[in-house]
T-cell receptor
Framework: GENVEQHPSTLSVQEGDSAVIKCTYS??????FPWYKQELGKGPQLIID?????GEKKDQRIAVTLNKTAKHFSLHITETQPEDSAVYFC??????????FGKGNQVVVIP | NAGVTQTPKFQVLKTGQSMTLQCAQD?????MYWYRQDPGMGLRLIYY???????DKGEVPNGYNVSRLNKREFSLRLESAAPSQTSVYFC?????????????FGPGTRLTVT
């Protein structure tokens, strides 16, 4: 089955700086790549996603890039704010609604 | 519109006890899922139901059973709880594949087995 790996496991950034989280996937048939944010004590929530026919997608301060050849995709958060502190999960899917999640990254924004 | 609701929020069981975790969604979604979240392990799929009347095993199904009671409700049962099942359990739902792939998660159930 699909194997998704995330790096680094923990990331600390100064407020206002950028944060980048990288994920790799193993199944070349995967075609959908979402990112979820989980705040303390809550369930994960989708923040951005990308399909395999697109190389980059932006939504205000967050963006996702996809490199299908290398089988990796990244989440970019610019101008980080304290409310960006959370656990971020990447996932991959073949488009059948089943998602394979990475193990998560703890992002800490230091005021 | 409550989204995905889960009961209970917290539960403590003794080894060997049984319990059922309840999940309901009011978004008319076809697919529903049960995940467990353990420290450093991310979200692992236990069981899912692609549509009403169907259920399939996920990555870690051993020790669990599920019931898709109707389109709204999907329950997870632990027949004989073990300490290894101490975890946070999340239910999620999504529309059918091809329409939307976003999964909506409930607030979770924190289960401790002693």
């Amino acid at each position: 089955g699909e194997n998704v790996e995330q790096h680094p496991s923990t990331l600390s950034v100064q407020e206002g700086d950028s944060a980048v989280i990288k994920c790799t996937y193993s199944d070349s048939a995967s075609n959908y790549f979402p990112w979820y944010k989980q705040e303390l004590g809550k369930g994960p929530q989708l923040i951005i996603d990308i399909r395999s026919n697109v190389g980059e997608k932006k939504d205000q301060r967050i963006a996702v890039t996809l490199n299908k050849t290398a089988k990796h995709f990244s989440l970019h958060i610019t101008e980080t704010q304290p409310e960006d502190s959370a656990v971020y999960f990447c996932a991959a899917s073949r488009g059948n609604n089943r998602l394979a999640f990475g193990k998560g990254n703890q992002v800490v924004v230091i005021p | 519109n409550a989204g995905v609701t889960q009961t209970p929020k917290f539960q403590v069981l003794k080894t060997g006890q049984s319990m059922t975790l309840q999940c309901a969604q009011d978004m008319n979604h076809n697919s529903m899922y049960w995940y467990r979240q353990d420290p450093g392990m991310g979200l692992r799929l236990i069981y899912y139901s692609a549509s009403e009347g169907t259920t399939d095993k996920g990555e870690v199904p051993n020790g669990y059973n599920v019931s898709r009671l109707n389109k709204r409700e999907f329950s997870l049962r632990l027949e004989s709880a073990a300490p290894s099942q101490t975890s946070v359990y999340f239910c999620a739902s999504s529309d059918r594949a091809g329409v939307s792939y976003e999964q909506y998660f409930g607030p979770g159930t924190r289960l401790t087995v002693t």
